[in-house]
């Protein structure tokens, strides 16, 4: 059987003030009524219906989640005590799966991505599921590039070792690169963007665990001893602080000999920031972005997020506003990754009540 496992665990720093510690960036609407969780929810149905799909989200997000998804049964939301990147949130997913179904195959996908293509996305895991099903295979979804972007992993394959189900072995995993760089890459023609979604056995990722993340797969070896059980809360939290603090990609595909990446274009963004929303959203005459109560006047190639209040935008361009009950974020289009930083100084400075 086929189960999808949603990561839901982060705090979308870059979309602040909008998306805030107390409701990060996967419960807010960004493009429409439904919160990027409930749209990735939805989107997986057709392929893997509710009673096969965990959400593994930190502890404090679990009742969120359920409000979000009340079709979810509860025992299905998986609360992390701490964040420990990738590596132990899909860990846990695993033997849980695997102590239901061990021939279960997994399809892992961060639950704040924006797909436009849903059907050709569809096909596309099926490809993957496909290959997944070879004995040890490790697979991930490659988008094809169409800039030399900057703000991506990227993933080199072999095309000249590709299956019939689409699938290319992996040569190499790079980290974001500088735009020169990324430039060669997409001239190079054998780079794809790296998506961060992954499908796999159970069995697969679990052995692959034991080899490369051995403390981690020790971890939460022993935690699944007590699955199902009253200790099963506190067997998981000392799990998670005796695991790796490290990506699945650093931890273990990057390490791995049995990696394949399915290419695919499916209108894919990891709407990463401010900027991406601006991109990806339809525009005025102006090239504009406007949400809510905003007039502007002598304004071009802007994005305007106005809360409550009435937002008045005169003689600018290329600015995105985003506006708040309590926090405004005025900063220039091409400087939206660096909203983070605002973030980690509210922390550093005991602000947390507006981080």
Known sequence: MIYSVIMAGGIGSRFWPRSREARPKQFINVFEEQSLLQQTLTRMAPLVPPERT???THERYADLTRE????LPEEQILGEPISRNTAPC?????IKIQAMDPEA???????DHLVRKEERFLKILQQAVEVAKQPGAL????????YPATGYGYIQYDPSESSRDGACRVRTFAEKPDEATAERFLDSGDFLWNSGIFVWRADAILTNLQTHLKSTWRAFEEASQHLGTHYENAAIRQAYYKSTRISVDIGIMERAGNVYVVPGNFGWSDIGDWRAVYDLSNKNRHGNVLRGNVIVHDTSRCLVNAGTRLIAVVGIHDVVVVDTDDALLICHQNS?????NVVDYLHANQHKNFA
Do not use: D, E, N
Not at 336 to 340: E, R
């Open 139 to 146: 697979v991930t979804i490659g988008i094809q590039p169409s």
């Open 336 to 340: 939206t990754q660096q909203v983070k």
């Open 68 to 71: 979000q998804l009340p079709a």
């Open 90 to 94: 899909i860990a846990y997913a695993a």
């Open 105 to 111: 195959i997994m399809i892992v996908l961060p639950a």
């Open 54 to 56: 965990l959400v593994v």
